[in-house]
């Protein structure tokens, strides 16, 4: 059993992909070849904005955006510890200082009644995530930045293809930025991300920086990276979009069952809350448990893949501490140590589906058994 099957996924879209690969390598534009305004025009069409920004990953998304609102040395980004480190890496590269605020127990999401009160004069923006696959509370969170004058960015590195309030993820603050990373729910077979937003002046700016910040051939007018996606993985990312809404449909599908099956098992196992607003396009289904390590072994003796996204918050972690209090955002540091996610896919078959399960339940009364109190 693979963790995330994307073995499965190519031979159903083998056709597909192959043609738009050998069509790239055809014509031979690798670099800002016709496939990367083709994807740009789809992604902004399914996120209901004006431009997507095709860009060398994820991270780099997240860096251009800050770049285009053009972030200072000493200004401040509000987001959340709870997180993979590119979220708080491109704040830190660019000289800014992340301020954590800390989540949602329930979904692991930022607390967004919590934002507010973070705020002061240095704050320039804020950046909530998408976790798992679940929009976070964006209209709260609009509101606040509303009120103060500040950015929103939406990191949706795990959420492109979810919705919120009716609305596409990446299409529901300042700016949305998504992982093109294998892996994710839309995913290319290398890097690759793209940036999402509605401000002319920022889509400018993005397309400018991800150019070396060339305006035109040999004009630099700004500061920018080498940050363009290869035209070879805008070529994948078109294929696998022919049977994208199926795939969210499965994974949603796959999500509930999980849930159902957990329960019905008796495991000792939370569950995360899935807002009535919104829903989850589980690119990692994810748990909370007692005995994480002794349940992830016997996963492991069982066949069962597991992974912790993620076993520390980015205020443990040495690069991204400055100045914190490392007994603050105790839910994020809880979430820390209770966190594992189990195998999730689109291709993920019920009957591994129930592997899982019956191996979950046992692995955790196991665990249970293993530190319960000997008998008198």
Not at 53 to 60: K, L, M
Not at 270 to 299: E, F, I, S
Request: with cysteine.
């Amino acid at each position: 059993m693979q963790f995330t099957d994307l073995k499965s996924q190519y031979a159903a879209l083998k056709a597909s992909i192959d043609a738009r690969i050998q069509r790239v390598l055809d014509h031979g534009q690798y670099i800002m070849g016709p496939e990367v305004a083709e994807m740009e025009a789809a992604l902004a069409a399914r996120a209901g904005v004006k431009h997507c920004v095709a860009v060398a990953s994820g991270t780099e998304a997240l860096l251009i955006a800050l770049m285009a609102l053009d972030l200072k040395p000493g200004d401040e980004v509000i987001t959340t510890p709870f997180t993979f480190a590119a979220t708080a890496e491109v704040i830190v590269l660019l000289g800014g200082q992340p301020v954590y605020v800390d989540i949602e127990p329930d979904t692991c999401n930022i607390d967004a009644a919590k934002i507010e009160a973070a705020i002061t004069p240095r704050t320039r923006a804020i950046m909530p995530v998408s976790l798992y696959g679940q929009v976070a509370d964006m209209a709260q969170i609009n509101a606040i930045a509303a009120r103060h004058g500040l950015a929103v960015i939406e990191d949706a590195a795990q959420s492109f293809g979810a919705s919120y309030q009716g609305k596409p993820s990446c299409g529901v603050s300042t700016i949305g930025c998504t992982s093109f990373f294998p892996s994710k729910p839309l995913g290319c077979y290398g890097d690759g991300g793209a940036l999402f937003t509605n401000d002319d002046a920022i889509a400018k700016a993005a397309r400018e920086i991800r150019v070396h910040g060339q305006s035109a051939r040999y004009t630099h007018t700004r500061l920018g990276v080498g940050g363009r996606m290869d035209t070879l993985q805008c070529a994948v990312v078109l294929g696998k979009l022919e049977r994208f809404d199926w795939e969210i449909a499965r994974r949603k599908a796959l999500g509930d069952r999980y849930g159902a099956l957990i329960q019905a098992s008796g495991a000792p196992v939370q569950l995360l809350t899935v807002r009535p607003d919104r829903d989850c396009v589980w690119a990692q289904y994810t748990v909370m448990l007692d005995h994480r390590a002794a349940v992830q072994l016997a996963l492991q003796a069982a066949g069962v893949p597991t992974a912790i996204h993620y076993p520390k918050p980015l205020h443990h972690q040495p690069a991204y501490a400055a100045g914190c209090d490392p007994q603050a955002h105790p839910m994020s540091i809880a979430a820390s140590q209770r966190v594992m996610s189990l195998p999730m896919s689109a291709d993920l078959t019920e009957a591994d589906q129930d592997r899982v399960v019956a191996a979950l339940a046992q692995a955790c009364a196991q665990a249970a058994a293993a530190v319960a109190p000997v008998a008198a």
